[in-house]
């Protein structure tokens, strides 16, 4: 009778291992996930010992989306936007901040800021590329190749110097006529543009991380400010007639801003459609504990509404939200519902250290 009981016991516990491994295994079809993005981020190979990524490029070619961010020892193939896998390629300078990336005739290119060459590769799976033209060294730069086929280049990366287009032609990427200034910073009005986590300090900003996106026949140029060490680092906007400008300040600016939260900032990256034809935004979020370049990336539901406003949903950044494709409104419907059950509630420790106490 004892020898029974004990047995019992046993299968009972053997089954309530089993049914709690099987409850902690990942779903087979994931619904939702948390910000920053699940990536292999590598080690910073010339400073501390900090991960990083940033300045993301994230696009669609051939079916699948190619993401790529600064120094990042190579690039990210996805089919979903969910699983990502990192190819480390051969014959490209992989080894650049802020790469401009582009889809152009059934080809991928590549345009690092610095290196005076173009590459290209119709098979970026393969992770093999190919040395195309030589051209003129652009800082942060972003391409965009309108309806009618023409190629325009906007690049800028200072705390002086101003963003910058110039049309390009698309097949030696040579300069079709002279660059146009756009926008420079202007922190004495645009409340957001100043330095620092709380936007107070009396420094020059950095305006960089130009991308461009057409809507409606609107251009909408996006610029990250002022920082990329802060939580404040955040896109601007700019919106013109047609890709030279005359460009004017959207007074809704910033579109993407996260200064808040486990993890903050979403400037500098890119927006784009997914295959269901819905915007997203992808944007650099901060860390910048160990090193002020120890960063991640994050990317949030992207909307414009009746007026021709661009706006990013930054509200549930980084609590459980909805992978694209599974929302119909993302934008204005993308919140899990999922809290954490610890929040505002007493917690008891040993010990803790000086300004991290016990409720951090």
Known sequence: ?????????????????????????????????????????????????????????????????????????????????????????????????????????????????????VYKTADPKSGIWYGGPAIKAYGDPALLLDNDERLYMYY??????????????????????????????HANIHGWERRGDDNLLDEQPWIEGAWMI????????????????????ADGIYVANSPLGPYEYAIYSPFAFKPTGFITGAGHGNTFKDKNGQYWHIGTMTISVKHMFERRLGIFPVAFNEEGQIRCNTSWGDYPQYFPGVKENPADDNFAGMMLLSHKKYVLASSSIEDHGVSN
């Open 214 to 233: 057409k809507e409606n026949d609107k251009y909408y140029l996006h610029y990250a400010g002022p920082g990329t060490e802060f939580k404040t680092y």
């Open 1 to 117: 009778m004892k020898q029974t009981t004990i047995r019992y016991h046993f299968l009972a516990i053997c089954m309530l291992l089993l049914n709690s491994s099987i409850m902690a295994q990942p779903a087979e079809d994931p619904q939702t996930f948390c910000n920053p993005l699940n990536l292999n981020y590598r080690f910073m190979e010339d400073a501390v010992d900090a991960r990083e990524a940033a300045d993301a490029v994230l696009v669609l070619y051939k079916d699948d989306y190619y993401l790529f961010a600064s120094r990042s020892g190579g690039y990210w193939t996805s089919p979903d936007l969910r699983n990502w896998t990192l190819i480390v390629p051969t014959g490209l300078d992989i080894e650049a901040y802020a790469p401009g990336v582009l889809v152009m005739r059934d080809t991928l290119f590549y345009f690092p800021p610095s290196n005076t060459k």
């Open 156 to 185: 800028g990366v200072s705390n002086s110097a101003p963003i910058r287009v110039v049309e390009l032609d698309p097949y030696t990427f040579k300069e079709l006529g002279a660059p146009v200034d756009i926008l420079t910073a």
